[in-house]
């Protein structure tokens, strides 16, 4: 029996161009077809369209690169994390408005990650490092928006702090997943 091979690249790629335009046509559809609160310009379709067909090309290179559930499973809940925060960050902003230059600082979440990515070269345990080490940055942000009166609405702290806490849960549950696919590899491999 011959091993499968892994099916063309433009295949999955195909599917998250779909994927893209079916999520963005919500958006239109809601803008021309009912009296509602959505007012998109074409940057902002453009903007959203990048991320979400930056973040499915990137989970289907991810995918494919290395192919155990637990790595596929943690690439998924991190991308979905990343995009999320800066979704909400271009989008009302977490500190203040979306304008507010606090709101920077997330970029350096994001950042952190990526680059962490690219030094672990994709690998498991790696990738976890990196997932650890922006989760610990965003802490930092947290912190910092506290004692910076920073959070929004300012006499009630507990709206941010539960938003940095639930991505900062997400980033350390993906960064367990890589490191327990980095464990489940090191386990298949001969001595």
Known sequence: MQARSPSPLWRPLGYVAIGTFALLSIPWTAMHWHASGVHWSSGDFVVAGGLLFGTGCAYVLLARHRGRTAYRAASAIALL???????????????GTEADPANLMYAGV???A???ALLARFRARGMAWALVAA?????????VALTAGLAVP???????????GIFIALLLTAAWLYRR???DASDTRPD
Do not use: Q, S
């Open 154 to 164: 300012r006499d009630n702290p507990l709206p941010t702090l539960m938003a940095h």
């Open 181 to 183: 696919a980095a464990r």
């Open 114 to 116: 990526v680059i962490g």
């Open 135 to 143: 989760a610990l940055l965003l802490t930092v942000i947290a912190v």
């Open 110 to 112: 994001v950042g952190v």
């Open 81 to 95: 994390t990343l995009l999320m925060l800066v979704w909400a960050n271009l989008a009302v902003g977490i500190l």
